[in-house]
């Protein structure tokens, strides 16, 4: 469980761009983060894995308040957090198998992973996991061989290996094709139920985040405008949540037939 209270972030001198956030999001349970770019969304997924220091509030996962924690502690407690990037993240030269022991970098003594010498254990989870995801076979291409739904899934898989307690993934489906981005989604909400994770996934494609997840959290500038399952997220709320932005920047061109929100369930 993620609990997220009061949070505050402010960069600088200026207006916060978190304005006094709170959130619960139980395992198992898939929350899309949908607003207008700008609002905040790679902000608070931040503040929650720390690259960005919060300025006020409390962030805890599974009772361990994640604000408050320094060095090694901090450390320890970011290796339960998977991060899912937009660009993947992948380093090209270095193969398949190599980008997702690096997972396990936080764990492992430095020789090791320097020398490439994985413990039996890490090398029999990494391929269960890329049996799971269905890129085993690839486990010795270089990572720049590998389309982009492919390279998305070696970044899933890596995150993994961190033996997460939540996964955050911003904009996870912004660079592949249609087609591609509803397999990842897909694969985060079964991921999801398998290892009883909270998921939060910044998005900006709403037909997606309707179709995907269990439940819509609406940012405007640094505030939530709405939290509550995809279908209550009607045209007064997405005018809220967009207000003054035209609908093609609204992350979908119109509010999707009702036979398409029937398919999901
Ligand atoms: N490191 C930083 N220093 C100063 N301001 C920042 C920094 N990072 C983000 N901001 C500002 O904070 C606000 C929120 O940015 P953030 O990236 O969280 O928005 P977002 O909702 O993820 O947008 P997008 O949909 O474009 O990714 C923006 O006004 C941005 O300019
Ligand atoms: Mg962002």
């Known amino acids: 469980m993620l609990k997220i209270s009061n949070l505050v972030k402010r960069y600088g001198h200026g207006e916060p761009v978190l304005k006094g956030l709170d959130l619960e999001v139980p395992g198992n349970s898939v929350v899309a983060i949908i607003g207008a770019s700008g609002a905040g969304k790679s902000t608070l997924l931040r503040c929650i894995n720390r690259l960005v220091e919060p300025t006020s509030g409390t962030i805890a996962l599974n009772d361990i308040v994640l604000s408050d924690l320094k060095g090694r502690e901090l450390r320890a407690a970011r290796r339960r957090i998977g991060m899912i990037f937009q660009s993947f993240n992948l380093v090209d030269r270095l193969t398949v198998m190599e980008n997702v022991q690096s997972g396990r970098l936080g764990y492992l003594p430095f020789w090791r992973a320097a020398s490439r010498r994985y413990p039996k254990r890490d090398i029999r989870r990494a391929y269960e996991l890329m049996e799971r995801v269905g890129i085993a076979h690839y486990a010795n291409k270089r990572a720049d061989e590998l389309s982009g739904g492919e390279r998305q899934r070696v970044g ?24 591609t981005s509803e397999q990842i989604m897909e694969l985060l909400r079964s991921l999801s139920a398998e290892f009883a994770l909270p998921v939060l996934i910044n998005i900006h494609n709403v037909a997606e985040a309707r179709l995907y997840t269990d439940r819509i959290v609406g940012m405007r500038y640094g505030k939530i405008m709405f939290d509550a399952e995809p279908s209550r997220l009607d045209k007064a709320a997405m005018d809220e949540i967009y207000a003054g932005l035209p609908a093609e920047e609204r992350g979908e061109e119109e509010t999707p037939a009702p036979s398409l929100q029937v398919s999901a369930a």
């Open 156 to 179: 899933v898989v890596r995150a993994l290996m961190q033996e997460p307690e939540i996964l955050l993934a911003d904009e996870p489906t912004a660079s592949l094709d249609p087609k």
